[in-house]
């Protein structure tokens, strides 16, 4: 939500993983072998023939000569070996191999590229069935050798030939004898983004780029600088991931949309506290429900009403329903003094439901019912039933239901500024900011002193880069209300955007002096520490802010994050991941919709995975993350990190490697 006090600081992220690691991949070169241009394929045979499977001869000259007779007769005579037969082979491949090159030069590519299928003929002709049936894996190595580079050459002039789907199935073949080869991953790289199919040309950058980490990984583990440039810059692949993302999301979005409006899970504990916090009305609200009665009491009035009232009896049946609702809402009210908010939304949208006559919808008397049930309700009660059930819908990221009820409530009470920025929070959240500015202009119109709407203007504007505004508000907001934690806790955010490190510990020292105990002063003054790296303090005041509030996700993963960049001692090579991952586990548990914890935890995990198998397993965090996103951007983070964490995996199996562990 815009107004939440822990999403709208800015985290410093730390990258883990593929995307971090610069460099590029070596590039592999297939040698041709160099034989002698003439080769004497006789006298070879008679080398060879020289040894053991000679006949012994008589030491005479006649013998001699008669015996170098024979042996020149039977070498005239015999069938070529089968080193000469490859030799022959061989030199013909070359011959051929080099006319297609010449073609090429020449730009004929489909010439060329006949060139090197007589050439891969020539070779098929020529093995044994054995080594046809095996897929090439029998044949010599340097037949091997000589197989790939041919496919490669021609599959380059397909390329050029513009025959894509050739060259795809050229680079495949290619492949499949040499996983690593690089030429053959960047053209598939390439031909497959003229194609604009991305998500399989994201696996080839990943290829090549944990290619050249895995050729790297004995300086990558001592901490040492990869050598070379990368094979692919990090430009390219945020490119392709942004080619992917609007459809990942709009799956991910169309998954989201089966569920029902209850299915869909509220914010944590601490998040609504401090929304409802930030609201001028929140003491008076909080004083009714504490002096209004308890839980039992209501529950036990609204099981002596009446049950099934017929609704042709309808003086009765509204009024039943009216007392009904009105109890309803008390409750609700209770509970979320309680902070029991699951159970008091529930309330809140079964008394909202029968104000609506939900139920009678299709009736023909459906909206002469509906108008004498909101007649028989105490006014204040409706409206306040109103705005609780626009404030459900909210926190449900139900957004047009959230601007349907606040409208209604303001149509009864259109100098409740409260009511005029919680529908403008309504329009931060869908992105309407203009909407939103002229909301809070109407609030401050009708009353300039109203801090809720000075505090939650400058949020709008600090998203809309405009500091000096927002800073501008929160020293007004202080100046009529000194002890507004909330407005110092902003103002330091400010001062701390602008670097202003002086002026940011000023303002927590304050916020400081009304409330000590305040977990979120504590996690401020952690940040102002991890800002000038000084992490054994940040992580010092990040656990006070734990101490002082367990149900504050933020503190875990700003912890995390100290954790991470404190620099290994006692001899250790790499800083204490598991501690950060122990931390980022808590923040998701205390808060499973903090989708900063996310992030981090997955590119921590990743990094960490012995195997793929527990690769695999931070696309299902991913995947439970994705579930509880409230807003585009944090849809768009997550998404965006499963794109390249599955691409990474798929890139691992096609180089039949068994780990993205570098370490």
Known sequence: MASSTSTNRQTTYIIIGLAAAAGIALWLSLSKSKRPKDIDGSSAASSKGSGNNRTPTKSNVRSAASSSSSQSTAASTAPPSKEDEEKALHRRIEEIDREGKALFKDKKYMEAAEMFTKALDLIESTRPDAEKTSNGNGASSSLVRQIVTLTNNRSAMYEKAALPDLALSDCDAVLSHDPSHSKARTRRLRILE???????????????????????????????????????????????????????????????????????????????????????????????????????????????????????????????????????????????????????????????????????????????????????????????????????????????????CYERCSELEPDNTELLVKRAGVKMDGSQHSEAEKLFADALALNPSASDALLHRANLRMLQQRVADAESDLQTCIKLYPNNLLARLRLATVFMAKEDIDGAKRMLDQAGEYDPDSSEVHC????????????????????????????????????????????????????????????????????????????????????????????????????????????????????????????????????????????
Request: aromatic share 8%.
């Open 194 to 404: 003229s194609l604009q199919r991305y998500p399989e040309a994201i696996v080839e950058v990943c290829a090549l780029q944990l290619k050249y980490m895995h050729d790297n990984r004995d300086k990558i583990r001592l901490g040492l600088p990869p050598s070379g440039s990368p094979p692919v810059p990090q430009s390219k692949i945020e490119e392709l991931v942004m080619e992917i993302l609007p459809a990942e999301m709009e799956r991910v979005e169309r998954e989201m949309g089966k569920r029902k409006l209850e299915e869909r899970a509220l914010p944590s504990t601490y998040t609504i506290v401090q929304l409802l916090k930030s609201f001028s009305g929140y003491n008076k609200w909080m004083g009714e429900a504490a002096r209004g009665g308890t839980v039992e009491k209501f529950t036990s009035q609204l099981e002596d009403l009446l049950d099934h009232v017929p609704r042709k009896n309808a003086v009765a049946y509204v009024d039943n329903v009216a007392v009904r609702s009105t109890l309803l809402y008390q409750r609700g009210k209770r509970y979320a003094f309680e902070k029991e908010f699951e159970k008091a939304v529930k309330d809140f949208d079964a008394a909202y439901d029968l104000v609506r006559d939900v139920q009678g919808v299709g009736e023909p008397d459906h909206e002469e019912i509906k108008k004498g049930i909101t007649e028989a309700m105490d006014k204040e009660d409706y409206a306040r039933l109103l705005e609780w059930a626009g404030m459900c819908r909210h926190l449900r990221y139900d957004l047009k239901g959230a601007s349907e």
């Open 524 to 663: 401020y003054r952690g940040e102002l520490h991890f800002a000038r790296g000084e992490f054994e303090e940040a992580k010092s005041e990040f656990e006070k802010a734990m101490k002082c509030d367990q149900l504050n996700p933020t503190p875990y993963v700003n912890s995390a994050l100290a954790v991470i960049n404190t620099p290994p001692s006692g001899g250790a090579m790499v800083p204490n991941f598991a501690e950060a991952v122990t931390l980022l586990e808590k923040a998701i548990k205390v808060d499973p919709m903090f989708h900063a914890a996310y992030v981090q935890l997955g590119q921590m995990k990743l990094s960490m995975a012995t195997d793929l198998t527990k690769a695999k397993e931070v696309v299902d965090l991913y995947d439970r993350g994705l579930e509880y996103c409230r807003t585009p951007e944090e849809l768009k983070d997550i998404c965006s990190m499963r794109i390249l964490t599955t691409a990474q995996i798929d890139a691992a199996h096609a180089l039949h490697m068994e780990t993205l562990n570098m370490q």
